[in-house]
């Protein structure tokens, strides 16, 4: 891919890896106080969601 069409997913990119950040330090946390917080994966959860159906509108009306 070009870097003119991965510029148009940026927003989507920041969404799976803030989410891969989350996993991480809630597995972080889990290993140092065997504590997991579900309230907290499904709030980045739904984040990741909402950025990913907002760039997906965003490429799909610029090509209209």
Do not use: H, P
Request: aromatic share 10%; with cysteine; proline share 0%.
């Amino acid at each position: 891919m070009s870097r003119k069409k991965l510029q148009k997913w940026n927003l989507a990119f920041v969404a799976i890896c803030g989410m891969v950040g989350v996993i991480f330090t809630l597995m972080i946390i889990y290993i140092s106080e065997d504590y997991f917080d579900l309230s907290i994966l499904l709030g980045a959860l739904t984040a990741m969601v909402i950025l990913i159906i907002i760039n997906v509108f965003k490429v799909n009306l610029k090509r209209v």
